[in-house]
């Protein structure tokens, strides 16, 4: 079949090398929008994901959580010291999550760029980065 040697020729077949490039792309852009404390978080796309399947995962329900970006509570507030702030938050096992209207607020010491739905706010500033490699694995210019 002509269409098929002709997508094969130039990687675009269904989880081809260029779909490949584009989920590697996609992950390896991401990691400096991602919220990142031990970067567990950042990286775990690099084993959830099936590259080439055009779906990155960010596994876990702390993935979804920190991707968009709002408190959900119950939240009781823990001191662990004499400041008078809550160093920690505690939400009771078994009892029914929901949004508090707040947002979360992200550390950014080693990841400046740290926020909620890093993937759109990375794809704003890189998708034509994210193209340009794959014009190249399809031999394009």
């Not at 990687?11 to 400096?32: A, M, P, Y």
């Not at 008078?84 to 096992?93: A, K, L, N």
Request: aromatic share 10%; proline share 8%; net charge positive.
């Amino acid at each position: 079949n002509g269409s098929s040697d002709f997508l094969r020729k130039h990687n675009l077949e269904k989880g081809g090398l260029v779909q490949q490039t584009i989920d590697k792309s996609v992950i390896d852009w991401s990691l400096q929008y991602a919220p990142w404390r031990t970067g567990t978080l950042a990286k775990s796309p690099y084993s959830a994901t099936t590259i080439g399947s055009g779906k990155v995962i960010y596994p876990g329900p702390a993935a979804r959580y920190l991707y968009y970006g709002e408190v959900y509570g119950p939240n009781i507030p823990i001191f662990e010291d004499d400041s008078g702030i809550p160093t920690r938050f505690f939400s009771p096992p078994g009892q029914q999550k929901h949004p508090t209207g707040r947002e979360l607020q992200y550390n950014t010491d080693i990841n400046p760029l740290a926020g909620s739905h890093w993937v759109e706010r990375m794809k704003a500033d890189h998708l034509n980065d994210i193209l340009k490699e794959a014009k190249a694995v399809a031999g394009c210019k």
